[in-house]
């Protein structure tokens, strides 16, 4: 797994969008709540902003944590995805071509060939590609 950079700048940046998502989600929770409410929570979101930014590295622990844990999850999702992929996806065409007779490469090795190499099928050969 990649080494998780734990710099002060990393901290800060994840904290400061920690805080705006939290003040987020509580901004559109509240929406029936009355004006001085909303203020209150508006001040204390400010306030905690303030003080992720200042006492950034009592957060650094759980920073570690949390991106560990992202990384582990993620590595996870990913195998599961791909194993469904392969499994739904590139079987069944593979099974198909396979029932069609289409081969993509020689089986068996000839011994007695010369070499491998194949003329382009195109009038334009190997230099203009595109």
Not at 40 to 61: C, E, N, Y
Request: glycine share 8%; net charge positive.
């Amino acid at each position: 797994m990649k080494k998780i950079d734990s710099s002060p700048k990393n901290i800060r940046i994840f904290l400061v969008l920690l805080t705006l998502f939290s003040a987020l989600l509580l901004w559109r929770g509240f929406r029936g709540v009355d004006g001085p409410l909303k203020v209150k929570i508006g001040v204390g979101i400010v306030a905690a902003a303030l003080f992720f930014a200042v006492f950034h590295r009592l957060f650094a622990p759980a920073y570690r944590a949390i991106l560990f844990a992202s990384g582990i999850l993620g590595n996870a999702i990913f195998l599961v995805i791909a194993t469904v992929v392969f499994f739904v996806l590139l079987t069944p065409i593979a099974l198909v071509m396979r029932l069609f007779g289409k081969q993509f490469m020689a089986r068996r090795c000839d011994p007695g060939a010369d070499s491998y190499f194949e003329c382009p099928q195109t009038v334009q050969g190997y230099d203009k590609q595109y």
